[in-house]
């Protein structure tokens, strides 16, 4: 990736979880294509290898995994976020995955990979549509149905490897927010509908833009 490929500004958004999640990972990537010399890139490089090393461990069994990602953490989560017992919060636990997850969507990236403009359910529709794998409706399948946490991250976790290989961004801010909404019960059935939607439509669009390109061709 040169060095003047831009890198959008992230928009303030009024949830302090998405907010904090979108400012860290959007300081993540910006510093990981500065010079590969410079301290930032080493620290950035460095950060997410730890990132990715933490993307498979659960922070119940795990509490210094979670105090690391804490600690790379940016926006207003500290102060209004974190958890004020024993137990992880929802916000925490969120925030833990979606940061752990981007850690392993960047590794070996020649680009940005986490982006305002497409939700994760999207980006799966975008990737279903290339044809990469045929599980992939099945895997989208079993993250909406998943009836616990640990279930549903393992599909996740799946489909950011895929995206991974297709260099396909997503939304991990919003990415966060629905993973906590998903752990309350009475939220859980919107997220569902919505991911359900934007798969849809990431795959109808994909689509679309192929078959004008393809007729595009055909007429020149």
Request: overall charge positive; some cysteine; aromatic content about 6%.
């Given at each position: 990736?040169?060095?003047?490929t831009?890198?959008?500004?992230?928009p303030?958004?009024s949830?302090a979880?998405?907010?904090?999640?979108?400012?860290?990972?959007?300081?993540l990537?910006?510093?990981f294509?500065m010079?590969?010399?410079?301290?930032?890139?080493?620290?950035a490089?460095?950060?997410?290898?730890?990132?990715?090393?933490?993307?498979?461990?659960?922070?119940?069994?795990?509490?210094?995994?979670?105090?690391?990602?804490?600690?790379?953490?940016?926006?207003?989560?500290?102060?209004?976020?974190?958890?004020?017992?024993?137990?992880?919060?929802p916000?925490?636990q969120?925030?833990?995955?979606?940061?752990?997850l981007?850690g392993?969507?960047?590794?070996?990236?020649?680009?940005?990979m986490?982006?305002?403009?497409i939700?994760?359910?999207?980006?799966?529709?975008?990737?279903?549509?290339?044809?990469?794998?045929?599980?992939?409706?099945?895997?989208?399948d079993a993250?909406?149905?998943?009836?616990?946490?640990?279930?549903?991250?393992?599909?996740?976790?799946?489909?950011?490897?895929?995206?991974r290989?297709k260099?396909?961004?997503?939304d991990?801010?919003k990415?966060?927010?629905d993973?906590?909404?998903?752990?309350?019960?009475k939220?859980?059935?919107?997220?569902q509908?919505?991911?359900?939607?934007?798969f849809?439509?990431?795959?109808?669009?994909?689509?679309?833009?192929?078959?004008?390109?393809?007729?595009?061709?055909?007429?020149?």
């Open positions: 990736m040169s060095d003047d831009p890198i959008s500004k992230e303030k958004n949830d979880l998405r907010n904090a999640i979108s400012l860290t990972c959007h300081r990537q910006e510093n294509f010079p590969y010399d410079s301290p930032q890139s080493h620290l490089r460095a950060q997410l290898a730890e990132l990715r090393k933490s993307s498979s461990l659960n922070i119940m069994d795990n509490p210094l995994a979670l105090g690391k990602v804490l600690f790379i953490m940016r926006g207003d989560f500290v102060e209004k976020l974190a958890g004020k017992t024993d137990q992880p919060s916000s925490e969120a925030a833990f995955a979606a940061l752990t981007f392993l969507h960047m590794q070996s990236a020649t680009k940005p986490h982006t305002a403009e939700s994760f359910a999207r980006a799966c529709g975008r990737l279903y549509a290339t044809g990469t794998s045929d599980s992939i409706k099945s895997r989208v993250m909406l149905l998943a009836r616990d946490e640990k279930s549903r991250l393992l599909q996740i976790r799946s489909l950011v490897s895929l995206l290989s260099e396909l961004p997503c991990y801010g990415l966060a927010s993973l906590r909404a998903l752990m309350n019960p939220r859980r059935p919107g997220v509908l919505r991911w359900g939607r934007d849809a439509n990431g795959s109808f669009q994909t689509e679309s833009i192929s078959e004008t390109k393809t007729s595009d061709n055909l007429e020149r």
